[in-house]
């Protein structure tokens, strides 16, 4: 305990008055006559002990009282840690509003940001009038870099909404120290209100500082409930239209409450194509298959939704995909064009497949194909090489099939460039291939799921055989995935990623004599996969805040045009960044698309490829941090000075007064000294 005024101490000498009083006044005794004392004698005793228990009982208490009272006048308190530092001059106040999209979750006092907003008014008024004010937020804004007057800061909290934006929390502080160093080198104290989620409050990234006065507020919704759309992807790498495709649906309860029957629509181009139900207890999640057919060969825009209160920004989610009417492959032969090949992709219309003899190869076109299969050449030249490896860089797929009598040297050159393993001497023995890796892309529709949804074949599952193989050898293993191994774990075929293409690499020749492969049943299905998966991905949908390149086809805008970014409702439009990178575009939205939906890219007026924008569900998981882990988060991170205030009926400048200048005990010892005169007075009329 601490006095603000201790001068006010000395009075205490005023305690030496009642004990006077008491040794000079009840030591006086009145005569009183009485005719027979013969009566008294029995109790003589007891009534001048009972007599002197009293006077030492209001003693006590007219000291007691005196005491309190000048207690309460030198003004005591119990310091606060945070009172080791003292305020000199004008402070700067920080004060963080966390306005995401979480913040929109309702108590018993109204959303969280209000509650938020209406608490930063409060800290404002527990302030000095001279300090000044940093108003931050989840938005990068410049205001936030200039500190303000009460005033104006006001003004500000008034005006904050919330944003789509989600920051870790541990970027919020390190961009608000960065402001204040060049401000104000010195302490100064930082109110964080928030509702601290676990996926964006990250104190144990926050540095030391032994200087800073952090105060935390945790504000907490009344029920922690949520249902949203986590994720979606189609089952097919490829959507042609006519064709049923298939989006699977990802949606989570992320409350404390069973949910039962909520609806879950599919919308295409605006119009309604599947409606499902789902229900999920508390915490689970599941995946809801929607099955459509579209029409139309251009880019669709579809969204998925749902209905779920009060936290809404996650009810939606946005996506765009382009249909496939023809996929051109290009097959580069060391002899005769292969009719294997031939018979594969010629009875599908899917494909469009050129045969070309490894003479003939026009290097200018090799970009226009997805995928390009090299069958049986027995070397690759150096200007083959060049290009091939090109290709691949820039998001190509490439299909060997070895010769049966090739130049070792020429591959190993090829294959030691792309970071492949080189083929080694061949092996004639009969193999039979024995494992497959079902959970790779290539396989994961080939085979029938059983009833738990997984693939398992049978002992006797009739799979191709290897006459003859290469052995593929690396100095550190192979750096790759096999996709089907032989009896001695020799692999028949591997698939390597090599940036943003994908080799796939077959151990034996495309031949009748080399491998049963060409006749076996399981070729058209891994033909068409490797085909399929080679064609580029159009991302079904982007997040917004971000500055991820957007990837669009090559051919849609010329290098030397600019393109620009339109909302499909046209409210907003803006022209990115970009860049040609020879395969597709680059587009760089820098950050600039802040709202979910579609949008279209456009050149010239004309629109073209259709991307989709969801916000970041980061925010859609309510699980908080409680008081008792912000504090054992904070201790280990070497957090000196921190408090935890409280959303209760107890005011914020009464919490922030306490805390800066610690809990005033003036109230409480006036009471004391207000309880002592009473008992006195108790006393003198109880024990008569």
Known sequence: MVFSNPLFLIALVALAIPVLIHLFNFRRYKKLYFTN?????????ETRKRSELRQLLILLSRLLAIACL?????????PSPLQQKKRTGQQIVSVYIDNSFSMESINGKGSLLDVAKMKALEIASACQPSDQFLLITNDINVREN?????????DMVKEVELSPVSVPLSSVLLREKETVRNLHPGGHTIYLLSDFQKTTADLSSLPPDTVANYFFLPLTPGKRNNVYIDTAWFESPVQQPGQPSVLKVIIQNAGEEDVEKIPVKLIIDGKLKSVSAVSLEAGARAEIPMTFTNESGKTALGNVE????????????YFSFSPVWSLPVLAIHGGDDSPYLNAAFGADSTFILTNVQEKRI???????YPVILLDGLKEISSGLSQELSRYVRNGGSLIIFPARDLNHESYRSFFTAMGL???????????RVDKIDLESPVFSDVFEKNASGKVVLPENTDLPTAFFHFLLTASGGINGKVLLSLENNDPFLASFTNDRGQIYLFSSPLDPAMTNLPKHPLFVPVMFKLALLSQAQHQLYYYTGTNDPLEIPGDSVPEKESCKIKKSDGTFEFIPEMRNTGASILLFPHNQIQEAGHYLVERNGVPGTGLAFNYHRAESDPLLLTGNEIKTMLSKDGIRYFALLKDNKTPMTTQVSQIMHGKPLIKLFLLLSLLFIATEIAIIRIMR
């Open 37 to 45: 004392v013969r009566f008294l004698s029995a109790i003589k005793q």
């Open 70 to 78: 000048v207690l309460a006048f030198a003004q005591p308190y119990i």
């Open 146 to 154: 200039i500190p303000v007057s009460r005033e104006e800061f006001t």
């Open 306 to 317: 749902i209905t779920d209160n009060p936290v809404i920004f996650d009810n939606d989610l």
């Open 362 to 368: 026009d290097y200018s076109s090799l970009q226009r």
């Open 421 to 431: 393993p080189v083929f080694g001497e061949g092996d004639t023995a009969a193999r």
